[in-house]
């Protein structure tokens, strides 16, 4: 039996806004669209959406479901060094299991209240948040995150993930070392190699704050006068003056796996010449960055680029987790720089450009014959039927679909 979804507009990034159009389902595939005359032969059970925008799914391309418990417990901070040693305390004296998964519950359920369908989730605890995520049936980038304190034993917890995610066509499997400032130099090595025999992709939060370029020039920073005391090891990083974080991965050979570059909100006009060189993937987080005290991204440079997506970071970083509130965000930034086809930009970067950072772009991220049926819709209420989503946000998200199943929204 096929869905036909029925709407007054369908939106895709590769096709731009058709009026009058039917969204057809078998199973959990997009099977085709066109006018509904085009499918009378078809038997069919109909979903009338009436005077509604039909989409393809939100993907939010970076979150820490994991990290909702930390957001009442922050206390004020003046810089980035400064919450990040809140943060390495509050991990450290956390130790209930029941907290760390009800806040994976709550992230989840949050993110598709506002529209999201695809999460990539960056998990540090060793996959007890695997039979949540698999429960919820949300479509999941898992990044396995990776850090000193768990490197040694990183190819055996990596080989067990794996064995637990393999033939799962909701949750692929990436690896994520955390930072540059908390891995060995030698360490990317090892990653490289197992990101190799797994056949997976890597990503890493880079170029966050301004404290991490001067680390990495080997300046006065507060990683050395301050983060470093918190933990047992101090990280054996070979820096170089004159270098920049994204040069320094360069340098390493890493950049040839095409990692997914989370923040990027502290670049210079190499490190552009870089990420268009190469065409890296980045995700910025907008939000997040003023959250934390920090500059915000190169939004003009960022909307222009073909390969750019949008994130939230986790509760840890950022007032809440409603992906339509960081989409409306940037669009009141964006707003001030004209830039042309402003709605369609930020639509493309919220939805295909998540699917090509987390590697799914075969998958979801358009509307496409054969693609999953990840979908989204909203009531209209605007001549500009774009333009509700930026004005009424999660109000008017009325239908969410994952892997052609119908999700509750309330």
Avoid at 88 to 98: C, G, T, V
Avoid at 105 to 127: E, F
Avoid at 145 to 172: P, R, T, V
Avoid at 191 to 207: C, Q, R
Wanted: glycine fraction near 4%; include cysteine; charged fraction near 25%.
């Amino acid at each position: 039996m096929y869905k036909i979804i029925d709407c007054k507009f369908l939106y895709c990034p590769k096709n731009g806004l058709l009026e009058n159009q039917s969204l057809i389902i078998k199973n959990n595939n997009i099977f085709d669209f066109g006018p509904l005359e085009k499918f009378k032969k078809l038997q069919y059970k109909r979903i009338d959406l009436k005077n509604s925008l039909i989409m393809p799914g939100f993907v939010n391309a970076h979150i820490h479901l994991e990290l909702n418990w930390v957001n009442k417990k922050l206390k004020k901070f003046n810089n980035f060094p400064g919450w990040l040693e809140q943060i390495i305390y509050l991990k450290k004296m956390m130790l209930k299991k029941n907290l760390i998964l009800k806040s994976v519950k709550d992230s989840i359920k949050y993110s598709i209240q506002s529209g999201v369908t695809t999460v990539g989730q960056i998990s540090s605890y060793k996959g007890i948040d695997i039979p949540i995520i698999k429960k919820s049936n949300i479509r999941c980038g898992y990044f396995f995150e990776i850090a000193n304190s768990n490197i040694n034993n990183f190819q055996y917890d990596l080989e067990k993930i794996n064995s637990i995610l393999k033939e799962n066509e909701l949750i692929n499997l990436m690896i994520f070392p955390h930072s540059i400032y908390s891995l060995n130099t030698s360490s990317w090595e090892k990653i490289k190699k197992n990101a190799k025999k797994f056949n997976i992709d890597i990503g890493t939060h880079l170029s966050e704050s301004y404290d991490e370029i001067k680390f990495i020039q080997n300046k006065k920073n507060r990683f050395d006068s301050k983060i470093f005391k918190l933990i047992s090891t101090q990280p054996n990083v070979k820096r170089k003056n004159n270098i920049t974080p994204l040069g320094y991965l360069k340098n390493l050979k890493i950049l040839a796996n095409k990692p997914t570059l989370v923040h990027m909100n502290n670049i210079n006009n190499n490190d552009k010449k870089i990420i268009m060189n190469k065409n890296l993937p980045i995700t910025i987080c907008p939000r997040s960055n003023i959250f934390l005290k920090e500059k915000m991204p190169d939004l003009k440079f960022y909307l222009e680029y073909e390969n750019t997506a949008l994130g939230t970071d986790g509760l840890s970083s950022n007032k809440d987790l409603d992906f339509l509130n960081e989409i409306k965000f940037l669009y009141k930034e964006c707003k001030k720089l004209k830039i042309s086809n402003l709605e369609e930009k930020i639509l493309n970067i919220a939805t295909l450009g998540g699917a090509k950072n987390l590697k799914l772009y075969d998958k979801i991220g358009t509307l496409e014959k054969n693609k999953f049926a990840d979908i989204i819709g909203f009531k209209i209420e605007n001549k500009n039927p774009l333009k509700t989503i930026f004005k009424h946000g999660r109000k008017n998200l009325k239908f969410l679909m994952i892997n052609g199943k119908i999700k509750r929204l309330r």
